[in-house]
């Protein structure tokens, strides 16, 4: 039987090992934890910002660093105050609610026609162009 430590996959003690090796990261359990509280909080937060013909989207979620990454769609990509909702409102609530968020990156989505996007909702419309 071969004991060559270095060619095994289990950590040595019982603490838990993130991706990287660092031990004292989250298990598995713990980061299926913090996803689903984050996707909960995004969901409440769908419709006040769907009431004015826009929507919140997660593009991605680091659980062990806390980075947290959204994208205002519809209406919200032409309305004057999307930075503030990403601020004020989404940010602000997910580090209020989530202590292991660090982090809120967020834009809109510049797809959108701003023609399109302004008869989506009731925001503060400014052309983009």
Do not use: K, N
Request: aromatic share 4%; with cysteine; hydrophobic share 40%.
């Amino acid at each position: 039987m071969d004991t060559d430590s270095s060619t095994t996959t289990e950590p040595v003690d019982d603490a838990p090992v993130d991706v990287d090796g660092a031990p004292g990261a989250l298990t598995d359990e713990e980061r299926g934890a913090r996803l689903t509280a984050l996707t909960a909080i995004i969901e409440l937060m769908r419709p006040a910002v769907q009431a004015d013909g826009g929507d919140l989207a997660l593009l991605s979620a680091d659980v062990v660093t806390g980075v947290i990454e959204v994208q205002l769609q519809g209406a919200c990509s032409s309305c004057a105050v999307s930075s503030s909702t990403l601020q004020g409102g989404v940010e602000r609530i997910l580090r209020d609610r989530l202590d292991w968020v660090t982090e809120v990156q967020g834009g809109v989505d510049e797809s959108v026609d701003p023609f399109v996007s302004e008869s989506m909702g009731r925001g503060g419309y400014v052309p983009s162009f």
